[in-house]
């Protein structure tokens, strides 16, 4: 009996201390998320998916996240491309919603956003996403933001090893893809990836035609960092078919797009506290549009067959931020500059090239900015953030010198935090939009957008719930009139958020995500007046070696599309540790939002409805060694 | 007073508080006593681990091998003519495969490992506990 007892108390203290490593090193694990160390609240509102969401969601591609965001949604315009404001057949949407690989934007300096290049990007080199919405802070970005997206890459220390990923899905899409990082005996930390795909989509049909919107990309990203100092290169090359193409005038025969992008970085931060950063970046993007029609475009619209688009851009971006820290504020004080060319003329029509000529080929912009942080007590913060901009344009082109404005508090307990943010802003009209020398107009204004977010949180260890409700005029905002060029509208803009999301955390790893989530958008000149509605149910289960993923995404009232009901489900399974399989299924019943694009406008318009999210099956497994 | 304050409030809004240097020092701990056998282990470090140097109470830090009852090793240039026969622990997983430390804490694949290797144990004569079992593996 008393060996008995012996036993089991040793056996209980054992089982305690293995527990307490064990418990340890799954707390270690769950404290490292890099997220943890790169989120900044008094950014703006902002969502964070960790990498352990992104394992358990089964995230493949950026899409995955922005098709359940609040307020906005993936949509593609109707070339294909990402564009998550999509409101106009022919113009691009998305300039005001940014997106960085760490801390360089991405960016085609002709649309003023990398959303169109990345904003459905394979996220297997990601760690973790940042998303703030709601005027963010000015360290971000050169150029003002409603949204910024950030992804930030694995890091070499915690990923040391090699991952190969193979996956294969409807329609013959496969996606494969490596990563290897370690650090040398230097000190010297590297990560590289390169990743091929080809996305293929069901084809659809009208007037005798078939239209495609497959991609395939190749994409190469490496990092090397030596303490403060890290290179990034960053290289895409994406090869599409154009879906109903540039032009809603007649149905393309056949169109297809070439794009390149490259980018690379040198950051660095000096001063023994590292408080100055410094930052450089250089990037090119080019590509070729080239549509055939048959018939011929009709007379009234040019008459032509073929029709070629190529652009041109390059970007340069200096940046230098210093930090203070005195009695009771922190400071940060930055210079910004970025030098774009760009070269968007040379369309040809039946071989022929236009003889217009873009209004401007250069444009650097000069960005001061300085933000303070003021911490009246220790639970009460507030923020003052103000840039001062300079638009230098080459040509007979008018300058700019907006102003940006941005006020903060944030009231933080143990259990409540409340975010308040007052914002007013301007945003300069983008190449394609001044430039451009069809659909551009070099008289355009800036857009003012003035408004403020309120956001109230709630956070214990089982339960989250946050409500977040927001409100901006735009006035001057931008859209294209009958001739399809760009004008400023005479009317502002009003709109109207509001967010509730609720998160329950039962058992250890298994959670429950409600959500639902209203935009409002009233007053502009043209028929944009609309209220649409996201709802969002997300489980996420764990049993064992099994996670098991299941969303239901429903939107509804938004214009040009139906109400859709996107169920997605998915199941990963840890042979070992290193070798896992996994089954995704994307808008599984084929129910989801669908998208009504014009297909011709001539002699009457006709449209084609196609679901934002395409129906799609994937199989895929992946290795550690 | 306030700069504190505001340094803490930042601090934990912006970058959370340096919990995972805090677990990560434990786990340092856990394994050094384990090894040592001491509840307060004197360790020698030539390349700073930064959770030790920031939550250093459980630790004597000593200036060279000799006072050492467990030398980390980051790089081969952390061990010394003198470490050479001293108790070494690996932070990295190449100090197991590269130099004869007899286990590692270390980052790799994406999360944190704990691996000990028996033939370098028994050739300290070290005798780990039961709840150490599961991270003590062949040597490769």
Known sequence: MRFYLFFLLTSLVT??????????LNEYKSESELSKKTKDENAGNLIVYTRNDLERMQVESLKDLLKSQ?????FENREGEPDLLN???????????????????????????GIILFGNIAMDFIDHVEIYQGFPSFEFAIEPALVVIKLYTKSPKKD??????????????NKENIYTADVTENNVGYFLYANHEDDNRYKRSAEDKTFKRDVHTNHFYASFEKEATKLELNALKIKRDEF??????????SDEKEQSYFNATLSTKLLSDNSLSLHADYLRTSGDYKATYSPAVPALYGGFSTFEQPYDAQALTLLAKKEYHFVKHSLSLGLQFRHKLFDLDNIKRDGIEDTTSQAYTSEDIYSLFMEDSYAVTDNDLLSFSLMQQFYKRNKKMKDESPQQLRLGYIKSLQHFTAKTFLNRQQLVPEPYMTAEAHIGNPDLDPETY?????????????????????????????LSDTNAVIQNSHKALNTYAGALEYKYYFRESDELHLEANILKLEGSDIAMDSTHFNYVFRMLNNFSKLNIFNELVINKGYRNNQTGYDYSLGAKYALTQDLKIAFKGENVFNKGLKRDYLYTIFPTAKSLAVPVIEQKFMLSMEYLF | MKFFSLLILLGTILFGANEDLRLESSIYYTIAKELSGKTRPKIYMRSNVASIQHFSSNFEIVNSCDDADIVLVTYKKNITAQCKDKLLFGTRYKTLLKEPTVGAFFWQKGRPNILFYKSRLKKHGITLSKDFQKYIDNEK
Do not use: W
């Open chain 1, 244 to 253: 109903l193409g540039a032009l809603p005038y007649t149905p393309p025969l």
């Open chain 1, 15 to 24: 089982s305690l201390a293995a527990e307490s490593l064990d418990t340890l």
């Open chain 1, 160 to 173: 040391a090893g090699c991952r190969i990923k193979a996956l294969v899905g409807t329609n013959g899409s």
């Open chain 1, 87 to 113: 409101a106009d057949p022919l113009s691009y949407s998305s300039k005001s919603i940014k997106i960085y690989l760490n801390n360089t934007e991405l960016t085609n300096p002709i649309a003023g956003t």
């Open chain 1, 70 to 74: 609040r307020f906005f949604r993936y």
């Open chain 1, 450 to 478: 003035t408004g403020g977010t309120q956001e109230f949180s709630y956070k214990t260890t089982k339960h989250f719930a946050r409500m977040t409700l927001g409100y901006t005029q735009i006035k001057d905002f931008l």
